[in-house]
């Protein structure tokens, strides 16, 4: 089994716990081993950067020297957030020696050095580039035939990393749910934003990105939207109700993690992969 | 006596790491403005706001909540013609008008990111709870009611802990963070 250090992110403690068990729960059935970094702390997701620049690099860049330390190559968040701001703190380190060297006076305190080798990776990538299609096609027990799923990317699991995909129409995700049997939807929003810590900050137009969203997947005719990061997750499960009262809509598609789709499909236990609710709600949505 | 530094210079110095093209370089071609997901709630497009930076009209970008209401989706930033690091630009200009302690009223962005900052030198991680502290009294009763019950909800179904984790070498990070930037007393 090829272990990876593992960076779970504050939100799979908290409102991403279905996340935080159906990754393990999956990633145990197809032999990635995620050992869980030793006394992480917050990456900051949009926060710190407002603050201060050289401050959320520093924060950001203890988790990468803890994850060196381990010897382990790769790098991996579950959460997209998490993701972009390794991924980018990691390629500066490595192309800004001047920022290396005031990040790593301030992890002296720590003792703790960073050189930015690890190879930062969101757990989707584990399962598509090192497990494969093939491989996860094989271990399928229950393909999820005729579930037209709506592959939400989001934002920072592309964007901004220009260098590595097709940052208009990628098409990994719907690769990865093909291989389990199911059926991705096209749309046109896959890609848009669901307003991030807007939900917070300026509610009004954080809803009305949401509701953009499921208007053009349940326009699709999707069943359920399959999201890569609790951010992501939440706004568009958990601010359903508000978007209908402030919309006049009715909508309640499920929304479940690619996790919990793929541990379906494999065949995992309900509770091992955080469904119950959404199962229930996922049968009356193909009902429909 | 030294020249004064352009505004565009100013913003362009906070952009410590980004690797995006100097502002100056825009074309004023709107397609930032375009792919904006947000754009219709903001004051002044990504478009105009760059074209206030390049006329140093200071103030008004002060005053306007464009870069609050950017989501940091990138969208701009991956699309520029000119390779600007949008995106990066409006985190520059949310810390500019940080430092000079002066935006628009009404706004909770820069309340969250402060309390947000101020969460993580006092214990290592994020927790929901904490930071509805910094917004909820800027909300409306109508809405605090609503959020009162969302949360209640997530907490009874299991999906929101009731106490915060805390990072274990907590003093070293706030040593960390001294290094930084100076802080006052830690709780």
Redesign the interface.
Known sequence: MKQYAYYPG?SL???G??YRISALAVSGELGVELKELE????C????????????A???VS?NLAIAEKTGLQDFVAPCSACYKNAYTTNK?LK??PD?AE?IN???????LQVEGKMKVRHLIEVFIEDVGFEEIKKKVAYPLKGLRVAPYYG??IV??R?DKED?ENPQFFEKLLSAIGAEPIEYASKA??C????I???????L??VH?LLQDAVNSNANVIATTCPMCNVNLE?YQ??VNQEFGTDFSIPVMYFTQLMGMALGIEPKRIGVG?SMLSLAQSIEK | MAAELSFSKEIENIMYASHGKPIKDCIQCGTCSGSCPAVEFMDNSPREVIGMIGANLKEEVLATNTYWTCASCYQCSVRCPAGIDIADMMYALKRYSMWKGQYKEGLIGPDFSEAFVKMIVNSGRSFEPILAATYLPKYSARDIIREGLMATGLVLSGKMPLLPKKVKRLKNVQRMVRRIIPIGETK
């Open positions: 504050c403690e908290s409102l716990k279905n006394d992480w702390n917050c900051g997701a949009t926060a710190y950067f407002p603050v201060d620049e050289l401050l690099y520093t924060l203890r500066y192309s800004d920022l005031h006076y301030a992890l002296e305190e720590d003792n934002c920072q964007r901004p220009k940052v848009r934003c307003g991030g810590s807007l917070i900050t300026n509610r009004k137009a954080a009305d990105m953009k958990v109700g508000q609710a």
